[in-house]
């Protein structure tokens, strides 16, 4: 009998570390549902070498891991960096110095990279820089291979690590638990190849989707019903800055904190998954136009059609959409013309 | 004298390093370093005001609504908005369910783990807190979890999610509930209570919000076995260890008060130090004098306060800047919120051995029953179909300041608009209070202080005892200098 079970491997190592960055990935991942954080570990079969809010281990510990790993006693089998690697000033990386060690965290990531069998960037900091290097980012914060959109970062594009693969960006402000979780489940069972990534390196079980997609908004999108302030339950394209459709990820295929998105939070996607989503050249919640047509179309959408299929819905629009999509709560109910009235 | 670099310390959120100086098997003195630093006051400089909503969450994962909360009260206070009542009420919860989740997260998470620690391979009682609170692979991180993400629904029924939420604006929130989702709200709470009462505390809430002295706190953990609830769990741990006398306050505490209700606070705004008084805003100044900043004349306000990184700077030792009241340290956080508020069993634990390890801890867990409690009745006060959020329109100029509390204590932004773009940001976090470096008078900060005197076993790197005190701040140093 074929029970087709998987040959027992050795539990793979993970190795997590903090830099330019909130923590705010951490806060999110410990949030796992269906299973809990810890369930997922053990069901990877992955066993947490340290990290920073789960381990007991502290100081002369920790810094003793991470020389076991450099010096090739302990194997690594995965590196998480979460937050931006901070450069500054100058190069000098004084802007985080390991505690403890006296010198730069930048040279610490560098060095555990080197070991790593896979390296992950949790979250948009430690892939692409995030919102730490926003501004005119004097800190010098920049992502693993990338510093915004220019390849290059800490570790260059060419970066490979044992696998054979680039960093994988598990981009997001923060990330979704369930796109962190998966990927490292899909690691550790051995089947996470380089066609698993887009062209930001960001794991395409994920990205492979819009934000749009999923959106309970959908029908104000398509008839162009507007919402035209915050809190009103219209599409916020038009008006509010909204990028669900451009932004690659699945937040409105899977619930966040059991039940919401951004959007069904009454605000709008500021494409966190993107590289340089931190400084988008306008106001967050306003939509940029030109002639009163907003900057930023839909993602394959030529505009000339957009604008048609726009007008032509505006026309449309029915009464209920338009008067639902400038309220804060549902006024006005579907009909059900089966229904005979008196 | 021998001469102590302990770090990376984890199980705080942010990086923490501490330097000591040991003899005679006791701490002498104490450098408390946060060593990263981010810049978040000069990326908001230049920004449209609105995008402060946007980039003050991301300075903590862990206080984000607390950031959002302070970010938006200094845009009402420029535009002059007034939240609704349900805007109140909305904020108010998605504010308590992360205060709350974070007290939890501290307790189970970053605090109770050290007693699982080797060194006390020889007490009795270590098997048992091994079993329950080892990290990763206790018991107890088992049970929270699925309850604290159950809890964190709230979040998405109320902020979209969390961390980062853009739903808390100057003028209340942008989700709007109908009466199926208030019945969710408190279905999701009244699932929180069950565990609360089952496991954290082996008790009705009321009961435990209700005790009112020290010897009532001892005779309540007595009636049961001390491993039948978590809290008795650490009680019986606590006490023995002598934690009541471990990393003592300096003695005096500060709250900005928090989770407004038409014009009163569910917990007071002020000042205690031998009774309570009135806190004065104005009186809040910076000193750089031993942080890696340029430095300038004297204590800043932070309404004209700066931000200028200097990393050469051989005289400093942290990037934290040292907030001082009326040129004087304060310590904040649950302790404090509770003494300010009046809480009589917090009163009582400190008027017998002052400001410790384990009256830190035992504020926590009681304010969790309270503000549990009040989150009932915030979900019960929601009017379906009445306004969420109130809008106006944003000035060119003006000045407003936002304080809140977070899970670890006082947290102030202060702004001045300019030519409708932000001209000065300045944020002061709890920890940037707790873990300050010392100021022009040498005067260290709480932590340095609360430092001093702590045991050190013979061999000990990490000794225990500073664990256990630097832990008992519940500290985030990614807010602290942010």
């Given at each position: ?106 040279d610490w990531i560098a060095d555990l990279a080197a070991k790593a069998g896979h390296v992950v960037a949790v979250g948009s900091c430690a892939a692409y820089g995030g919102v730490t290097a926003a501004g005119a980012n004097e800190v010098e914060a920049c992502g693993l291979s990338y510093d915004g959109q ?193 | ?482």
């Amino acid at each position: 009998m074929n029970m087709h079970q998987p040959e027992k491997r050795r539990p793979l190592r993970l190795f997590w570390m903090q830099s330019g960055g909130c923590g705010g990935c951490t806060l999110s991942l410990i949030g796992a549902e269906g299973p809990d954080l810890l369930a997922t570990f053990e069901a990877a079969n992955i066993e947490v070498l340290w990290h920073p809010s789960l381990s007991e281990e502290s100081g002369s510990a920790v810094i003793e891991i991470m020389r076991r790993i450099i010096d090739g006693e302990e194997t690594l089998d995965i590196l998480c960096l979460e937050g931006s690697v901070m450069r500054g000033p100058n190069g000098t990386g004084k802007f985080h110095m390991m505690a403890g060690t006296g010198r730069p965290v930048m040279d610490w990531i560098a060095d555990l990279a080197a070991k790593a069998g896979h390296v992950v960037a949790v979250g948009s900091c430690a892939a692409y820089g995030g919102v730490t290097a926003a501004g005119a980012n004097e800190v010098e914060a920049c992502g693993l291979s990338y510093d915004g959109q220019k390849e290059g970062g800490l570790l260059g594009a060419e970066f490979r690590s044992r696998s054979g693969l680039p960093v994988i960006n598990v981009a997001g402000c923060p990330i979704h638990p369930g796109w962190l979780t998966e990927t490292l489940h899909t690691i550790a069972a051995g089947r996470f190849g380089a066609n698993d990534i887009d062209e930001w390196e960001r794991p395409l079980s994920y990205t492979m989707h819009l934000v749009h997609h999923g959106c309970a908004r959908n029908e104000f999108y398509e008839f162009k019903a507007s919402a035209e302030k915050l809190c009103d339950l219209g599409c916020m394209m038009e008006n509010l800055g909204c990028k669900g459709t451009q932004a690659r990820a699945d937040c409105n295929m899977r619930a966040w904190n059991g039940a919401g998105s951004c959007l069904d939070g009454g605000y709008p996607c500021i494409n966190c998954t993107a590289p340089g989503f931190e400084e988008p050249g306008h106001a967050f919640t306003l939509t940029p136009k030109i002639s009163g047509i907003p900057v930023g179309l839909p993602t394959d959408m030529p505009k000339a059609w957009f604008v048609a299929l726009a007008s032509l819905s505006k026309a449309a629009t029915p009464a209920r959409l338009k008067e639902n999509a400038v309220a804060d709560h549902l006024t006005r109910p579907p009909v059900d013309r089966q229904k005979k009235t008196r | 004298m021998t001469k102590l670099v302990v770090g990376p310390f984890n199980r705080v959120e942010g990086d923490l390093e501490v330097k000591l100086d040991i003899a005679d098997g006791r701490v002498k003195q104490a450098h408390v370093n946060s060593p990263l630093y981010r810049g978040f006051e000069r990326i908001l400089a230049g920004k449209p005001p609105a995008d402060a909503l946007v980039y003050a969450p991301r300075i903590c994962g862990i206080c984000s609504v607390s950031q959002s909360v302070a970010a938006a009260q200094a845009l009402a206070e420029v535009q002059g908005l007034v939240m609704p009542p349900n805007g109140e009420l909305a904020v108010n919860l998605v504010h308590a369910t992360e205060n709350v989740a974070d007290h939890l997260t501290h307790f189970y998470l970053f605090f109770m783990p050290d007693f699982a620690r080797e060194v006390y391979a020889g007490e009795a009682w270590h098997a048992a807190a091994r079993e329950r609170f080892a990290a990763i692979k206790g018991i107890a991180a088992q049970d929270v979890l699925p309850a604290r993400a159950q809890f964190m629904h709230l979040m998405g029924l109320l902020a979209g999610k969390w961390p980062h939420t853009l739903s808390i604006q100057p003028g209340g929130s942008t989700r709007a509930v109908t009466s199926g989702e208030i019945a969710r709200l408190a279905a999701i709470l009244s699932s929180f209570r069950r565990f609360l009462e089952r496991t954290l505390f082996g008790d009705r809430l009321e009961r435990i919000a209700a005790l009112s002295s020290a010897s009532e706190l001892e005779s309540w953990a007595a009636e049961k076995a001390p491993e039948s609830s978590d809290f008795r769990h650490f009680l019986s741990l606590s006490i023995p260890l002598g934690l009541n006398r471990l990393g003592p306050s300096a003695g005096r505490f500060m709250s900005f008060g928090a989770y407004g209700s038409g014009g009163t606070p569910l917990f007071a705004r002020g000042v205690f130090e031998n009774g309570v008084r009135a806190l004065d805003a104005l009186a809040i100044a910076e000193d750089v004098s031993h942080a890696w900043y340029k430095a300038h004349a004297g204590a800043m306000p932070p309404l004209t306060g700066e931000t200028l990184p200097d990393a050469d700077r051989t005289d400093a030792y942290s990037w934290c800047k040292a907030p001082r009241l009326d040129g004087g340290i304060a310590e904040t956080g649950a302790l404090a919120r509770q003494l300010v508020d009046g809480h009589p069993l917090i009163r009582d634990l400190v008027a017998r051995d002052g400001g410790n390890v384990h009256a830190r801890v035992v504020a926590r867990l009681v304010e969790i029953a309270l503000v549990v409690i009040a989150m009932e009745g915030w979900v019960n006060a929601l009017q379906p179909g009445e306004r969420f959020i109130a809008h106006a329109k944003m000035p060119e100029s003006g000045e407003g300041t936002g304080l809140t509390e977070a899970a670890r204590g006082s947290l102030g932004h202060w702004l001045k608009i300019e030519k409708g773009r932000i001209a000065n940001y300045q944020i002061i976090a709890p920890t940037t209070w707790n873990f300050s470096p010392r100021d022009a008078e040498g005067t260290p900060g709480p932590l340095e202080q609360a430092l001093v005197g702590a045991p050190v076993r013979p061999g000990e790197t990490e000794p225990v005892a500073v664990q256990h005190i630097v832990r008992s701040f519940d500290p985030c140093l990614v807010c602290t200098v942010h």
